[in-house]
Every structure is written in structure tokens, then in C-alpha cells.
């Protein structure tokens, strides 16, 4: 899987007011939990745009004052007006430990029912799956070769080596439902 690296300073006091003052000067507030001890830094907003304002999923070298850690990022806030990063919390990753990540779900091959004018209908975006860093993908890749019109994907019918979808296993992934245009061309058939 990709990393990103961010730089960071650690956080003198840590409040409502500092992180007002924080987002003022145009630096996100962060925590970064799961391992020894809680870190609580500041990033510059502008850091950030590579990690958040993309499909992708990254692991995180974070450099905090010359402390190295290894991370996913864990949640976000947005202002709910201005849509500005209020604030962005972090685990710690360790080689030896499985975490859970938001994988993006990508399609290979074509689908059949598609070129008989079906329209795929993509249900679900991301998967969560659980494993070690070391066998975490980029995404999950879902085959859709023989996916005719009527039919659909499970997750069930997917998996990732080495790691294991936590989804619901009869959630449906992708399907190919008929199109507007084939049920008006079948209608006009059946009136004949």
C-alpha cells in the first residue's frame, strides 16, 4: 500500500481555545492514539490535501517533532459550513498488529449485461477489511466479466488475500439493472 509523509508540531496546550487559534493560523489540530501514549499535534491544512481530497488510501509516516510513527488516518471533521478540516484523529500502526481500513472498491473486465445496455449500478464504494499493514492492497478489485443484466456482486463473492472483509457478506457490491431505454424497447415488443 502507498504511504504519505506529514510533518507535524506537537500541540503546547490542548483546548477548544488553542485549537481555535490552531485553525486560525491555518493548521489542523490532531491526535494520534492506539499505541504508548497520545499525541497531540498540529499539521498546516495544506499538508493535508494529498491524504484527504482523494479516493485513494494511504498509510501515514507522521514526523512529529523528529518522532517518527507509522499510521492510518482514522477520522475526520469538517466544519459544517466552510468545509474546512476541524480536526483529523490517527492509529498507530504496528507491523505485528491487524488493523481495519476503508479499501475503495475497483472494477476489472467488462460486463456482458453492460453492453447489451444494461447500466452498472455501483452500491458500495469502500469495503472495511482487517489484516497486518504488510498484506493490505491499494483497493479491492472486483471482476465483473460475467456480470449479466438482473445480476449483481456480493461480498461474499469477493475477497482479499490474507485479509478479511468485515462487511456483511450478502451486501451487494455492483449490479446491472436494465436500463430505462431496454424496459421502454421491451414494452414496445410486448405491445406488437
Do not use: W
Not at 489542523?28 to 485513494?56: I, M, R, S
Amino acid at each position: 500500500m502507498k504511504t504519505i509523509s506529514i510533518s507535524g508540531s506537537v500541540r503546547q496546550n490542548v483546548g477548544k481555545r488553542d485549537a481555535k487559534e490552531l485553525r486560525y493560523e491555518g493548521r489542523v489540530p490532531c491526535v494520534l492514539y492506539g499505541g504508548k501514549e497520545q499525541v497531540h499535534f498540529a499539521v498546516f491544512e495544506a499538508d493535508l490535501k494529498n491524504l484527504v481530497y482523494t479516493p485513494e488510501v494511504y498509510f501515514v509516516d507522521l514526523d512529529v517533532d523528529g518522532r517518527k510513527f507509522r499510521s492510518t488516518m482514522q477520522d475526520i471533521q469538517f466544519h459544517p459550513l466552510t468545509d474546512l478540516i476541524n480536526h483529523i484523529d490517527f492509529m498507530e500502526v504496528f507491523e505485528d498488529k491487524p488493523v481495519t481500513m476503508l479499501l475503495p472498491v475497483r472494477f476489472s473486465g467488462t460486463s456482458p449485461g453492460v453492453k447489451m445496455g444494461g447500466k452498472l449500478v455501483h452500491k458500495i464504494k469502500k469495503l472495511k477489511v482487517k489484516g497486518l499493514p504488510k498484506d493490505m492492497s491499494d483497493n479491492v478489485m472486483v471482476n465483473i466479466e460475467g456480470l449479466e443484466i438482473g445480476k449483481m456482486i456480493r461480498v461474499s463473492e469477493v475477497s482479499v488475500p490474507n485479509c478479511v472483509i468485515l462487511d456483511a457478506k450478502a451486501n451487494s457490491i455492483v449490479s446491472v439493472e436494465t436500463s430505462r431505454a431496454l424496459r421502454e424497447a421491451a414494452a414496445a415488443d410486448a405491445k406488437k
